[in-house]
């Protein structure tokens, strides 16, 4: 909001998005697949969350207001201006092409960090989550906001620019999906999990059984999965359980702060998220 403070508009911030999470938490409690979690789990994924923010919001003026801009003006602007004027089929189709977008260049980004080592350093925090619920959706390491804008920032601004209402419905909408795909909800779409993502579809991305790694990458259609070859169709009574394989969870503030910093610099590093064993293919750490 124009005229408050870093201070202000930074804890406006905060307590909007726990104001969410309240909602999204209640509707959890509905039909939960796990009723009980640890509030310790929840704690800890508050907490990161205040940190995390803290560290992106510098990441996210530098890139929005100063990279995005220089390096899509110097290109002669974007391809796509809905800043232009538009008639409301065109700005619902507009925006769902930007939805598609997105989620094309989610989806490189998301499966480059399982089949790279060095990123998959960085996302592993996000994997150990042993209680999957909307707490969840921030549990991701602050490097990955760099990240975020080089594989998904950059190229889109590129290639759609929005400004002002469509830029902030479209925002919302992308924050309030990936809460509701991290819910801790037993919710099964049925064929609809072919058209559009959901809680049991996210699921299934974060089980370390065989059959389901590597699986579901795609934050809001399947479509991309479907495409290129790693979609997995929920069953309707599979919600498996979530994690690593060692069950490592590493909800310590110091610990996740460095956890990418230590696989990176250990002696012993190697890619050994995905091995194969006599067992089929198992996730580690």
Known sequence: MRGLTPALEFTKYIVTSF?????????????PVESDQPRSHLWFNLRWFVLYSLIVFGFQAIGISILVPTIRD?????LIDLQAPHNSW????????YLFLVDFFYYWFHRLQHTSSFLWEQHKLHH???????????RVHWLEEPLVLIFLGLPLGILIQFNGLPLGVLSLIEILWLQFIHMNLRLHLGTASRIITGPQYHRIHHSFKVEHLDKNFSAFFPLWDIF?????H????????????????Y????VAFFLPFKGWISSKH???RISKTKGGLVRKE
């Open 228 to 232: 290129f070859g790693t979609y997995y």
């Open 19 to 31: 104001a969410i999470y309240g909602c999204f938490f209640m509707v959890e409690r509905i039909r």
């Open 234 to 249: 929920p069953q309707k009574n599979e919600f498996p359980a979530t994690g690593l394989n060692n069950k490592e969870d």
């Open 90 to 97: 065109s700005v619902l189709l507009l925006s769902l092409l």
């Open 74 to 78: 110097s290109l002669g602007g974007s």
């Open 128 to 138: 150990s989550e042993l209680s999957l619920n909307v707490t969840s959706t921030r």
């Open 270 to 272: 190697k890619h050994t």
């Open 251 to 254: 909800n310590n503030i110091f």
